[in-house]
């Protein structure tokens, strides 16, 4: 059973990034603790009984072009698979596209890997939404641990990360 509190008040649920730009954020924003080896998306929506669907994963990228690297998140629900070489690579204006090798998304972000989330990320990450996490009233993310969880709104999502909204999927 999932305990969900007002995350500002259990600033330490949260990696340090994450803890750090939650006080700013105007939204509703629920943290639950969590069996730290059922992070992945499935063995915890199996296990804490919470529909796929209503559950976004982050996967970092990196965005090459003319031998400079961009980092990006891209924020899909786990029903679903973003065009990461396509639709994705061609908004970040990149010649080449790829997930983020574990360490480097580990080491930049500050957050453990499997509970990375798009809410304290880097100065100037972009936030790449689909538009079919808006449409939750309710989704689980990562907390920047692997032992807890967050909640709230996908237009909550969009607000606190100023994400850019796109239909991500084909």
């Known amino acids: 059973m999932l305990d969900w509190v007002p995350a500002a008040d259990h600033l330490d649920l949260l990696a340090e990034p994450v803890a750090k730009a939650v006080p700013d954020l105007k939204i509703d924003l629920r943290a639950t603790a969590i069996d730290p080896g059922l992070a992945d998306t499935a063995a915890f929506c199996e296990t804490y009984g919470v529909a796929p669907e ?3 994963n ?3 990228v990196a965005a090459k ?6 980092y990006a998140a891209v924020m899909v ?3 679903h698979r973003a ?3 396509g639709i994705v690579r061609r908004h970040l204006d990149a010649r080449k596209i790829s997930f983020a090798p574990m360490d480097d998304a580990v080491s930049l972000t500050g957050m453990e890997y499997g509970g990375i989330t798009p809410i304290g990320l880097p100065e100037g990450w972009p936030v790449l939404v689909d538009e079919n996490v808006t449409r939750r009233d309710f989704v689980v993310i990562g907390s920047g641990l692997r ?6 709104s996908g ?3 969009v607000t606190a990360t100023r994400g850019e909204v796109l239909l991500l999927t084909l």
């Open 54 to 56: 209503d559950s976004a």
């Open 58 to 60: 982050c996967v970092v």
């Open 65 to 70: 072009r003319g031998g400079e690297i961009r």
């Open 77 to 79: 629900l786990a029903t």
């Open 83 to 85: 065009d990461i070489n």
């Open 147 to 152: 032992r807890s969880k967050l909640a709230l």
């Open 155 to 157: 237009s909550d999502l």
